[in-house]
T-cell receptor, first 116, second 117 residues
């Protein structure tokens, strides 16, 4: 069974540009969440999509947005990039609607964004 | 405001000994707790979890203890093995009353465990 796939794995952008990251969840998983990992802050929740609707949202500015398609694939977009946006962006998928359960959140390997 | 805190950024333990990783939380609405393990260049992988109605959960070499009154949980690894060397993240979730789901995880900043020979 294929895992969560994220593309691209690495990318470099400059300040002011925008970026789109893609995530393909595990087949059959309808929930997709995005997290930002930075050295000082750990993993921080960006947002979650379920059945093409944003269901949960973290405390990030409006420059961070996302969407989910009918096949459950998801994209996140960051506009007007800032140096502080440099991070590992992790996507996670989940089969059912939510926890609790035995750790149903499956993570991809992440997209590492560097903003120069 | 860090609602889940892992105050030890790193921990070094000899092979065969016990590793104890600690986690504190401040949000009393959290009712489910998880530990994830992360190797470099990989996404986090689920290790073990515990519901707030329990105080202990065991899975092989891994045991998680929850002290609700102290808002503290710990992960014990016995015996520690070199392959356990990784970053360990504590995470917590709370029921979202609007959506009826608990799918948002709040993570700690991680503890890097090094198991030495």
């Amino acid at each position: 069974k294929a895992g969560v796939t994220q593309t691209p794995r690495y990318l470099i952008k400059t300040r002011g540009q925008q970026v789109t990251l893609s995530c393909s969840p595990i087949s059959g998983h309808r929930s997709v969440s995005w997290y930002q990992q930075t050295p000082g802050q750990g993993l921080q929740f960006l947002f979650e999509y379920f059945s093409e609707t944003q269901r949960n949202k973290g405390n990030f500015p409006g420059r961070f947005s996302g969407r989910q398609f009918s096949n459950s694939r998801s994209e996140m977009n960051v506009s007007t990039l800032e140096l502080g946006d440099s991070a590992l962006y992790l996507c996670a998928s989940m089969k059912r609607g939510g926890l609790p359960s035995t750790g149903e959140l499956f993570f991809g390997e992440g997209s590492r964004l560097t903003v120069l | 405001d860090q609602q889940v805190k892992q105050n030890s950024p790193s921990l070094s333990v000899q092979e065969g000994r016990i590793s104890i990783l600690n986690c504190d939380y401040t949000n009393s609405m959290f009712d489910y707790f998880l530990w994830y393990k992360k190797y470099p260049a990989e996404g986090p992988t689920f290790l073990i979890s515990i519901s707030s109605i329990k105080d202990k959960n065991e899975d092989g070499r891994f045991t998680v203890f929850l002290n609700k009154s102290a808002k503290h949980l710990s992960l014990h690894i016995v015996p520690s093995q070199p392959g356990d060397s990784a970053v360990y993240f504590c995470a917590a979730s709370a029921l979202n009353l609007n959506t009826g789901t608990a799918s948002k995880l709040t993570f700690g900043t991680g503890t890097r465990l090094q198991v030495t020979l």
